[in-house]
């Protein structure tokens, strides 16, 4: 979340600087950010890509 808002004062030569990463990945996160914000408004734990679960039941039992 800090590169984003950094993002948004700067542009995105000088955040992947600052922050020393990838211009594509800050691209990519500023992209994928919308999806953040709505999953982290709902209360979700999980934010970004989850793997289909195959044995629903048994991961169940294995939570618990």
Not at 16 to 22: C, P, S, V, Y
Request: aromatic fraction near 16%.
């Amino acid at each position: 979340m800090k590169v984003i808002t950094y993002i948004k004062q700067f542009d995105k030569n000088k955040t992947a600087a600052h922050f020393k990463l990838d211009k594509s990945m800050i691209g990519y996160w500023v992209k994928a950010s919308t999806n953040w914000i709505d999953k982290t408004n709902r209360n979700s734990k999980s934010i970004g890509f989850r793997q289909k679960v195959f044995y629903p039941k048994t991961e169940k039992k294995l939570y618990d």
